[in-house]
């Protein structure tokens, strides 16, 4: 499996923000991950694509960090694939260290 260097998404961080979220996305699908969403559970909206690169090829992995001031743990994720489909999942961030995407 293929590694990308480089931090997939980070959102603004404030300077009385809580302590960043980290996990590692693995792409194990054979799609690629062209959009990802995150918003604090309580919330109703997902607000933009996080993703800082075109997309996340499969077979690939990269860290997420997550430093938008929120002091919650679960959060709800969307993940977009390029065929157009996608996926939307709640995890605890806090406890989270990998999230895997699967066929």
Not at 2 to 27: C, D, Q, S, Y
Not at 76 to 83: C, G, Q, S
């Amino acid at each position: 499996m293929r590694r990308i260097a480089f931090i997939l998404a980070t959102l603004a961080a404030t300077p009385a923000a809580a302590e960043g979220l980290e996990f590692t996305l693995v792409n194990n699908s054979s799609l690629k991950l062209v959009e990802m969403y995150v918003s604090p559970h309580e919330k109703d909206s997902w607000g933009e694509n996080i993703l800082a690169v075109p997309a996340v090829e499969p077979g690939t992995q990269g860290q997420i960090s997550i430093a938008d001031g929120e002091t919650v743990c679960d959060y709800d994720m969307r993940f977009v694939m390029d065929n157009g489909n996608s996926v939307d999942a709640t995890q605890d961030l806090c406890k989270l260290g990998t999230f895997t995407l699967n066929d």
